[in-house]
T-cell receptor, first 109, second 116 residues
Framework: GQNIDQPTEMTATEGAIVQINCTYQ??????LFWYQQHAGEAPTFLSY??LDGLEEKGRFSSFLSRSKGYSYLLLKELQMKDSASYLC??????????WGAGTKLIIKP | GAVVSQHPSWVICKSGTSVKIECRSL??????MFWYRQFPKQSLMLMAT?????????EQGVEKDKFLINHASLTLSTLTVTSAHPEDSSFYIC????????????FGSGTRLTVV
């Protein structure tokens, strides 16, 4: 079956760095997405990885290892506004998105 | 960038009534739109995939006669929740993939439905 695993909740301190991990099992693979979702709002796109390696975009970076079925989202210089849920989603061979349950990130001052 | 407009943002309706949710792609043509449902503290659950000019494809366990999807044009898809029940109360979100881009998924702002 197809499955996405990510931690349910994480806590970090303002100004620090946090890494949110995601493992996936899909029928075929066409890329890995990270989305940010604030409570009561729709998800917003953060990153897309289809090749192995690290993609850096400002304070956020995303890493992918296809052989390990593993990705992480790295958030640097955390700000209070980064408190949100972070959703990992893998695209299968039919270009369907398989969603993780999301990781709720709590930022403390 | 690609924008998907969804409305209403929130709606309260009585049990047994129907509610229509609209999703429009504003600056691109969306041949395919996706409808998701999200319960509190849970992930997005794909309900159906709507294709312009053809019948929607529903995920297992989603009643097609209850959740009517119409995708009559390249810029508009609608989801109608018929004979709504309190258990249908949820956050409904549409998404569209911009043609020609593998990662061009854009979400609408979501609709909070409360059935009383």
């Amino acid at each position: 079956g197809q499955n996405i695993d990510q931690p349910t909740e994480m806590t970090a301190t303002e100004g620090a760095i946090v890494q949110i991990n995601c493992t996936y099992q899909t029928s075929g693979f066409n890329g890995l997405f990270w989305y940010q979702q604030h409570a009561g709002e729709a998800p917003t796109f953060l990153s897309y990885n289809v090749l192995d390696g690290l993609e850096e975009k400002g304070r956020f970076s995303s890493f992918l290892s296809r052989s390990k079925g593993y990705s992480y989202l790295l958030l640097k210089e955390l700000q209070m506004k980064d408190s949100a849920s972070y959703l990992c989603a893998a695209m299968d061979s039919n270009y369907q998105l398989i969603w993780g349950a999301g990781t709720k990130l709590i930022i403390k001052p | 960038g690609a924008v998907v407009s969804q409305h209403p943002s929130w709606v309260i309706c009585k049990s047994g009534t129907s509610v229509k949710i609209e999703c429009r792609s504003l600056d691109f043509q969306a041949t395919t739109m996706f409808w998701y449902r999200q319960f509190p503290k849970q992930s997005l659950m794909l309900m159906a995939t709507s294709n312009e000019g053809s019948k929607a494809t529903y995920e297992q366990g989603v009643e097609k006669d209850k959740f009517l999807i119409n995708h009559a044009s390249l810029t508009l898809s609608t989801l109608t929740v018929t004979s709504a029940h309190p258990e249908d109360s949820s956050f409904y979100i549409c998404s569209a993939r911009q043609p020609g881009r593998d990662y061009g998924y854009t979400f609408g702002s979501g609709t909070r439905l409360t059935v009383v």
